[in-house]
C-alpha cells in the first residue's frame, strides 16, 4: 500500500539548453504565411509582438538553445521536478506495466506553465520591454504569466475569457495577488473586442477573440509585446526541460519507456515531455509509442484538418499550417479549460504527419474518474486537463494486462486540481456531461478555412 | 531580481526519528486530568479514542520516537521539503537580515498537515481501525487525513464547521475525491449535535462543537478511532520532522537561526519547526529566539489564561493545562481558519512559561498585506495561516535594518493558498476588516474555566 517511489535530481542535472525538435526532424514544417501576402514571414513580421531573441528561437533549427543563467535561477524554486513511480496505481489496476509520471504540480503556479513563463518575460526585460499582454482560458497560463512578470517588474495584462473570468475567479485572484490587471475577454478595450459586442454585447468569449484583443495591443503599442502560452515553436522548446529531465530520472531508474502518453490542448505540455524522447528516436535511439490524448469534445488531432489557420478569432496572427477545426469553431465549455483551443502546435501536427505520434480522444466524465482512482491511489488530485493523461496512461496499463505485458509507461502530470475542485463537485453531483461539439458547425468551421499555399 | 536558493536534501535525509521534546524539558508538563475525577488519565482512558501505539508516543519521555518505515515511504512523496533563502524578499525590504524559509506547501494536501495525518493513520491501521472521525475548520486537516485515509484504506469521516461547510466547499470536495465523508457541524448524527442544534437550529458551527461530535461517535464505536490535527503531544512530535530537516537544511547553508518565526493556531506547525532547535539550546547548544504568531482575533497565547480547559465545547475531553481562551469563546470568523482555536497545545503553552518562546498577535489585513509581498517577491502564495508567519519574519527583518543587524531569521511557510483565494479577493476587494474578538465574551469565557486541580 504505502510505496513511493521517486526519482530526484539536484540543481546541477536542471537542463543548461532547451531542446530544439527542428534540428532533428526529417522533414522542415511548413513555413508560417503572412495572410496577406501568403508568403513565408519574415523576422520583422512578428517584431511588434515579440523581442527579437524569442523570433530567433521560433525559427531556429539549433538542436540546443542555451537557458540563460537567471532563467536556470528562478527554475530552481521548483526545478528539478520529480518523477515517480506509480506504484500504488499499478497495483490497484494489477497490471505488469510500470507507470511513471512526471509532476509539475510543483511549481509556483501549480502547472507545467512557468517554465515557457519565465523564460518569455526574461527575454521581454532583456529588450526592455515594460509590459505584456496575453489572453488566457482557465487561468493556468495567465496566472504563470503573472508569477513571472512579477518577478521581473514586468507589468502582465491579461484577456481572460469572459465566461470563465465569471465563473472561475480564483485564477483570476492568483494573477491579481501576483499584481497583474485581468480584464474579461471580448473588452471595449480593443477594435476586435468591440467588434464582437456590436454583435452580441454578451458574448461569452472565447481564447481566439482573447488572442485577438492581447495581439492588437501589443501590435498597436511600442512599449508592449505579447506572450503566448501554447503552440508556437519556441514555447514548446521552453517546456522540453520537462522531457529532458525525465529522460535522466528514468535513466536512474533504469528503465526506458515503451509508451508516452500527455495530454493535448495547444500541444507545450506534450511536446515538453514527448520531444525530447523522439529527438532520441530520430537520433537513431529506441523507438517509442507516443500517444496525445485530446478532449473528444476539442478534438483537433483527431476530427481535425491539417491546414493552414488562424491562430485566433479576429485573423490577426499569422497564418500556421496545423491540425484545426476552424478559427471559427467554438469548442463546448468542458472542464479541461486549457485544452479548448481550436488548433494544435504546428510541431505536434507535423510530428503527426511524420507518423512519429498517434492520437485518442476521451470524455470528460471517463477522464475525472480516472483522476479520482489516481488522487485516491497516488495522493495528488491531477487538474481536468491532465486527468486525459492519467486516463490515457491507465487505458494503456490495461491494455498491457489484457496482453501480458510488463511494458514501460510514462505520463506527465502537468498540474495539480486545487483550482479546480467545482469540476470535481460537478462530477460527484453527476452534473458533468459528456458534452458533443456540433457538427454541422465544426463542418462550417472546417470548411471555411484558408486554402492552403 | 532572479536569485533562487534552494537547499535540497535527498531522500536518505527523510529523519528516521520523531523528536520529543519532553526528554529535554528542565521540568515535565502538567498532567491532563480525567474531567470526572480530576485525577491524570492513564491510557485506559484515551483508549476508547486513540490507538495504543499513539497513546504511548503522548506520554513518552524518550527523546527520538522512530519512524516506521512505511510512514517515511509515504512522507518521500514529498519529504525532504526545500528550505529557500528569500533573497528577493530580503532586497525588496533592504533588509541586513538573511531570511530563510521553509516550504511545506509541496504536499498533496498543500500543508503541513500530512505529516502527522500520514503517521496516525499507520498506527490506526496497524492497530486493525477501521474508520476514524475527525473535525476540520477551514479544511486543511480534514483533507490532509482524508489523504491519508485513502493510502491506508481507512473509512475517514470529517465534521467540518457548518459555516465553513457552505462558504468553503473546494476543501470539502478535495476530502470527498479523497474518499472521506464530510458532514456539517453540528449535525444530528450525535448528542452533542442534536444538543446544540435544539437550541439553535442555524447555528454555524465551531471547531469546539466538532470536535465534541467526532469524540463522541469514536468514543461509542468499537471500530473507530479519533484523530486530532493539533494540539496533542504526538501530533507537535510528528510534525518535528519538520525543524529537523531545516536544521540539516541551514548547515548546508552555513547559517543557524537567531529568530524563528511561527504561525500558532493549535500550535503543530509551530512545534514542528521550534522544538528541534529548542531541544538543541536546552542541551546546551546555541540560544535561539523563538516567535509564536497568534491571529489577534483569537490570541490564546497573548490574552489567553494558563489554566486547565476542555479541548471541546461540548467537555467530552479531558482536561489539559494550556493557554486558553475559554472553552466556550467563540473567536470571530476570520480568513485563516486554522488558527480559530479557543487553546494552545499544552507543550507549546508549557514552553512559553518556561520562557523558551515569546508570543505577538497580528491582525488579519497586515498579514495579507505580508502576504502579497511574498508572493509577489518569491512567487509562492501563502495560505492565510502562513501569512502570520510571512508577517512576523518581515518584522524581524525590519527590526534587524532598523538595528543594522544582519540576523539569521527563519519561518516556516506551512501551506500554499490555492485553496484560499477568496481570502484575497476580499482582501483586494476591501472588504476584510480586522474583526476583534468581544471583549465581555472573553471575560465570561475566562471566568467560566474549571479550576485547576
Known sequence: MTDTVKYVLDETHIPKHWYNIMADLPAPPPPVLHPGTKQPVGPDDLAPLFPMALIAQEVSTEREIE???????????????????????????????????????????GSHKPNTAVAQAFYNKEAGIKKITTETGAGQWGSSLAFAGALFGIEIKVWMVRVSYNQKPYRRALMETYGATCIPSPSSETQSGKAVLAQNKDHPGSLGIAISEAVEVAATHDDTKYALGSVLNHVLTHQTVVGQEALLQLEMAGDYPDVL????????????????????????????????????????????????????????????????????????????????????????????????????????????????????????????????????????????????????????????????????????????????????????ALAGLPAAA
Not at 69 to 89: D, G, H, T
Not at 97 to 102: G, N, P, Q
Not at 403 to 417: A, Y
Open 67 to 109: 537557458i540563460p543563467e537567471p532563467v536556470r535561477e528562478i527554475y530552481k524554486q521548483w526545478r528539478p521536478s520529480p518523477l515517480f513511480r506509480a506504484r500504488r496505481l499499478e497495483k490497484a489496476l494489477q497490471t505488469p506495466a510500470k507507470i511513471y509520471y512526471k509532476y509539475e504540480g510543483v511549481s509556483p503556479a
Open 261 to 444: 502518453v500527455g495530454c493535448t490542448g495547444g500541444g507545450s505540455n506534450f511536446a515538453g515531455l514527448a520531444f525530447p524522447f523522439i529527438g532520441a528516436q530520430l537520433r537513431g535511439g529506441k523507438k517509442v509509442r507516443v500517444v496525445a490524448v485530446e478532449p473528444a469534445a476539442c478534438p483537433s488531432l483527431t476530427r481535425g484538418k491539417y491546414a493552414y489557420d488562424f491562430g485566433d478569432t479576429g485573423h490577426l496572427t499569422p497564418l500556421v499550417k496545423m491540425h484545426t477545426l476552424g478559427s471559427t469553431f467554438t469548442p463546448p465549455g468542458f472542464h479541461a479549460g486549457g485544452l479548448r483551443y481550436h488548433g494544435m502546435a504546428p510541431l505536434v501536427s507535423h510530428c503527426k504527419e511524420l507518423g512519429l505520434l498517434e492520437a485518442v480522444a476521451y470524455h470528460q466524465k471517463e477522464c475525472f474518474a480516472a483522476g479520482v482512482q489516481f488522487a485516491r491511489t497516488e495522493g495528488i488530485l491531477p487538474a481536468p486537463e491532465a486527468n486525459h493523461a492519467v486516463k490515457g496512461a491507465i487505458d494503456e496499463a490495461l491494455r498491457c494486462k489484457k496482453e501480458g505485458k510488463s511494458q514501460v509507461i510514462l505520463f506527465n502530470l502537468c498540474g495539480h486540481g486545487h483550482f479546480d475542485m467545482q469540476a470535481y463537485m460537478d462530477y460527484f453531483a453527476g452534473k458533468l456531461v459528456d458534452q458533443n461539439y456540433d457538427e454541422a458547425e465544426l463542418a462550417m
